[in-house]
């Protein structure tokens, strides 16, 4: 059996509040032409379909138009497990209505599924989490996993026992397979190959060693793909660049051929960078303008860093934000610190006072309108 495993999509994520909608919908395209490739017999999205609890309309519409595309019309089956940003229940509240074309959506853990036909599938036996799978005459079990939070799970982790617990709630899942048939786990967590005890965003981690020996595991929750082969064990990332720290890896998902007793083909797809994140930096104001009005027309996320020994006014920032693609300016102030720690305001006038305190702040002096604007304040105090 073929497998594409895909999570962390984010709908609705924006960059510095600029919306990234258009580059989530060419994912969409571009994931649509990898299916038709590569004609996997499933899909598996490993959760954080949506960035927040309540998605917009925009996001959620641009999630039911992707199971119609990405299943080819209901051809390829679908199965989703919510994340830490999802809401399971609103996840899954569509659910009656993309049965028939053959998406299960999970909305939380231990939930036990229906038996019966999911478009091009059949649930042949249906346990609490575990589902065995007839999908065009080939067989599998799937344990699916949602982010298992305390609420979630409906119990209280025991200190330092996370790792071992969800390493027993998933052998304790997959037991339900009692054939030889090949053994699939979904879980939204966080996995280290780390033995310390540590936590990413308040998720506690899963020690690797942990994991049970299953055929694959396909692991939503961290954005770069990543694959412990010890366990067949991967997270297939995030599809778009989220964060500017992101842009030192590629962005993939993961064809996994399944053939049986623990033999499993791993490849790995490149996602196009549909608007990559890029960093700038200019050695001056007037660079600044001019690096951003050469790169109005490229299809980058800006972040411009400017050094410069004033302070940017708003024209200039106006200037440069004239480029939409800017979603950060950086400004480094380049003075000599040369605040005096030994002033005693008291001894001298307001005007030195005022021209002490402002470079006392960002070790540059206050420009001529600055310092004309603040005499005319405080009057003229000599
Ligand atoms: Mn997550």
């Not at 609103?90 to 036909?117: F, N």
């Not at 196009?272 to 001056?284: A, D, L, Q, T």
Request: glycine share 6%; net charge negative; hydrophobic share 35%.
């Amino acid at each position: 059996m073929r497998i594409l495993h895909t999570s962390d999509w984010h709908f609705g994520k924006k960059l510095e509040g600029m919306k990234r909608i258009e580059e989530q919908e060419k994912f969409i395209n571009n994931l649509k032409d990898i299916v038709q490739g590569e004609e996997p017999d499933l899909i598996l999205i490993a959760g954080d379909i949506f960035d927040t609890p309540n998605p917009s309309a925009e996001a959620e519409t641009l999630f039911f138009e992707s199971l119609k595309k990405i299943s080819l019309n209901g051809k390829v089956g679908i199965i989703i497990i919510p994340g830490n940003h999802d809401n399971g229940e609103r996840l899954a509240a569509v659910k009656s209505l993309v049965k028939d074309i053959g998406v299960i959506i999970y909305k939380r853990p231990y939930e036990i599924k229906k038996l019966g036909k999911y478009g091009n599938m059949e649930i042949l036996e249906s346990y609490e989490g575990g589902i065995l799978l007839n999908i065009k005459k080939e067989k599998i079990f799937l344990y699916s996993l949602p982010y298992p939070s305390e609420t979630a799970l409906n119990e209280t982790f025991e200190e330092g026992k996370y790792s071992e617990r969800i390493g027993e709630i998933l052998r304790e899942g997959i037991k339900n397979n009692k054939t030889n048939i090949p053994t699939v786990i979904m879980g939204h967590l966080f996995v280290t190959k780390e033995d310390k005890d540590i936590e990413l965003g308040g998720s506690m981690a899963v020690k690797v060693r942990d994991l049970p020996d299953v055929d694959y595991i396909a692991l939503g929750h961290i954005h770069k793909p990543m694959k412990f082969n010890s366990k067949r064990a991967c997270y297939s990332g995030s599809p778009i660049e989220y964060r500017s720290t992101e842009n030192s890896f590629l962005k993939k998902v993961f064809i996994v051929d399944i053939k049986g007793n623990l033999n499993t083909n791993i490849k790995e797809i490149i996602l196009e960078n549909y608007k990559p994140i890029r960093e700038y930096i200019s050695n001056s104001i007037e660079e600044a303008i001019e690096v951003s009005e050469k790169l109005k027309f490229r299809d980058e996320w800006i972040y411009l860093t400017i050094k410069t020994n004033t302070h940017l006014k708003s024209s200039e920032i106006r200037k440069i934000k004239e480029n939409k693609n800017i979603v950060e300016i950086i400004p480094i102030l380049l003075g000599e610190k040369s605040y005096n720690e030994e002033i005693d305001y008291s001894e001298i006038n307001i005007k030195e006072a005022f021209l002490e305190f402002y470079k006392s702040k960002d070790g540059i002096s206050p420009s001529k309108e600055v310092l004309n604007l603040f005499e005319k304040l405080v009057g003229d105090d000599k």
